[in-house]
């Protein structure tokens, strides 16, 4: 990794000078939080964390950084898996939660303008009281930013209906590492006066340019909302009713799987009570939402699969506690050491000769070290975490990724690169596509400020 982690004097008095001293973090206990990302597993130094307060000071950062060959990490709430919003390598911690505006939802054009530092629960919130729904939901809700979720390209569980965050971007306020500020809020639906910039900065992991502000899609708000927990003998058969429900169920708005080891896991970590007096080999957390009620139209495409047992929750308390049995998966894992952690997409019909495999591949490299698998089921999306595995030692990330590229998957579904997979990009990329991207982050960030160390493995 490439290392730049002093602060001259002379630099370090520009960026107080922009950003003003109380938003300059140095002291140790003030920077720590910033320098540990969410699991434990990636942990760096920072000389310092910069926290400007808008578009203005985020330019004028990054042309600090630039005339004094200084490195940037981006961090928006810090909730990103793959090690690629923290310092890794002593850079500068540019911190977007203080662009925190909120601007009044748009009903008409069903759309609302947000700051970088705004979490996904906050613009859920503001779409709710407005009548409509912000569709990009996950566990990490609360804590996640929107600058965060566009530069990964979030998914979450409801890619299903709506698509992921670059489905719900109509555009972008930002700043290139380059200097140059790209600007397209008026949330046009068409729009094809040249390069789309919110799609190119939408996955580019903080690498391409800092994302200040959003204006993001809303959908519509339905009032009747249904959810089952339904248990299966084994996974294939969950992956085929989850096909057949996709094709008769309109309503249909998730699918998550989880496997029998995983809900012990979290009903011993949080004390919950087993849904079901019979333990299965996997569960799938199916969620309709629609104007009507959707709960016989659920309940009529459950029976035509062939189901272990089922359960069924209409209202919010008991939806959210039948939510928790999935949810809860990565918390829990947690509980157990710094998880290697994978986020994959194999093809549908490989899914469950891929969560088969895998554990077996995993003890036979690491012995004693434990997977678990939970995921998106619908998008063929699994999260495959590794513990009782050191943190640094990565046997078990060459076979986990070499098997899914071997199985035509894709080594990211939607967690990105960060710094933990760049190693593997080969995997899934040509040397021709490869080789694009290096020339798209020399134009668009000359003197590598920006995240230098993400996403693209070091060159030869
Ligand atoms: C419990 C839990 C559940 C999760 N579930 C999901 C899930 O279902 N689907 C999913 O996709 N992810 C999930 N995640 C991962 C994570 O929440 C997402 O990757 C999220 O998008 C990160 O947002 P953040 O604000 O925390 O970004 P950070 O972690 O701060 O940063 C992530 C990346 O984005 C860059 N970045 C951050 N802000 C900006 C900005 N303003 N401009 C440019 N670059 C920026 C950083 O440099 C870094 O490369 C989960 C995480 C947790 C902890």
Request: with cysteine; glycine share 10%.
């Amino acid at each position: 990794m490439s290392a730049r982690s002093a602060i001259e004097p002379a630099a370090f008095a520009e960026l107080v000078a922009i950003v003003g001293p109380r938003n300059m973090l140095t002291a140790d206990d003030e920077r720590a939080t910033y320098e540990r990302d969410w699991t434990g597993r990636f942990v760096g130094h920072t000389p310092a964390v910069v926290r400007p307060a808008d578009t203005h000071e985020v330019a004028a950062v990054i042309d600090v950084c630039r005339r004094h060959g200084l490195a940037l990490v981006p961090q928006g709430g810090n909730t990103g898996l793959v090690g690629g919003g923290v310092p890794l390598a002593g850079e500068v911690v540019l911190s977007l939660r203080r662009l925190a505006t909120v601007d009044p939802v748009d009903v008409v054009a069903r759309q609302v303008t947000v700051g970088a530092g705004v979490s996904i629960a906050a613009v859920q919130d503001a779409a709710a009281a407005a009548g409509l729904r912000y569709a990009v939901d996950f566990a990490a809700r609360d804590t996640a930013t929107v600058g965060g979720t566009v530069a990964t390209n979030a998914g979450g569980i409801h890619v299903l209906r709506y698509g992921g965050t670059r489905e719900q971007v109509m555009g972008v306020d930002a700043v290139l590492g380059s200097g140059h500020r790209v600007q397209r809020l008026q949330g046009l639906v068409k729009d094809n006066a040249g390069y789309h910039f919110a799609s190119l900065l939408c996955g580019s992991e903080g690498t391409l340019g800092v994302i200040t502000a959003a204006r993001l899609r809303l959908v519509t708000r339905h009032e009747h909302r249904v959810v089952a927990l339904v248990a299966f003998a084994d996974v294939a058969t969950a992956v085929e009713a989850v096909a057949a429900w996709r094709s008769i169920l309109d309503s249909l708005e998730a699918a998550e799987l989880f496997l029998a080891d995983g809900l012990a896991l979290v009903c011993d970590a949080f004390g919950l009570a087993a849904p079901f007096a019979e333990r299965w080999a996997a569960y799938v957390l199916v969620e309709a939402s629609a104007h009507h009620d959707p709960t016989d139209e659920l309940a009529a495409a459950v029976a035509v699969a062939d189901i272990g047992d089922v359960a069924v929750a209409t209202d919010a308390t008991r939806r959210a506690a039948l939510w928790r049995y999935r949810e809860d998966h990565t918390l829990a894992v947690n509980t157990l050491g710094p998880p290697h952690k994978f986020d994959v997409t194999v093809p549908l019909g490989r899914l469950a000769q891929f969560v088969d495999e895998v554990p077996q591949r995993v003890a036979a490299t690491v012995p004693g070290a434990r997977t678990w698998l939970f995921g998106h089921v619908g998008d063929g999306n699994v999260h495959v975490n590794v513990t009782g595995v050191a943190p640094e030692d990565d046997r078990v990330d060459e076979v986990v990724l070499t098997h899914v590229a071997e199985m035509g998957g894709s080594i990211s579904a939607e967690h990105g690169i960060g710094t933990a997979k760049t190693r593997w990009l080969p995997l899934g990329r040509s040397a021709d596509e490869i080789a694009a991207m290096r020339a798209i982050k020399r134009a668009l960030d000359p003197d590598a400020v920006l995240n230098p160390n993400a996403l693209l493995p070091p060159s030869v």
